[in-house]
């Protein structure tokens, strides 16, 4: 087991799509639930938000109220991978997005991936 790894990150215009891609490093049976979050500009480490959160064993999700309705978070067993399909996007969601894999035994962040909302 490792870290997670990121992607999907990049710049997009107000209104606009993206979808983030996490490879989670441990198998469905390891993993108690992945969450993605953001660190805005000038936030430090320990003021990362929540976004959204997926729980393997229910299948349950939960969503910051900023998100709700805007971006669904899935995931796909056969690829090992965590998605978070954010549409509507507005500045403020301007942020350094981080995978979390929240194993039944360990705990994994990823290097973050940069989204930038800018017309």
């Known amino acids: 087991q490792g870290q997670p790894v990121e992607s999907g990150g990049g710049l997009v215009q107000p209104g606009g799509s993206l979808r983030l891609s996490c490879v989670v490093s441990?198998?469905?049976?390891?993993?108690?639930?992945v969450g993605w979050y953001r660190q805005s500009p000038g936030k430090q480490r320990e003021e990362r938000e929540l976004?959204?959160?997926?729980?393997?064993?229910?299948?349950?999700?939960i969503y910051a109220e900023s998100v709700k309705g805007r971006f669904t978070i899935s995931r796909d067993n056969a690829k090992n991978t965590v998605y978070l399909q954010m549409n509507s996007l507005k500045p403020e969601d301007t942020a350094v997005f981080y995978c979390?894999?929240?194993?039944?035994?360990?705990?994994?962040w990823g290097q973050g991936t940069q989204v930038t909302v800018s017309s």
């Open positions: 441990g198998s469905a049976f390891s993993i108690y639930s």
């Open positions: 976004v959204a959160r997926i729980y393997y064993s229910s299948d349950s999700t």
């Open positions: 979390n894999e929240n194993g039944w035994n360990y705990d994994y």
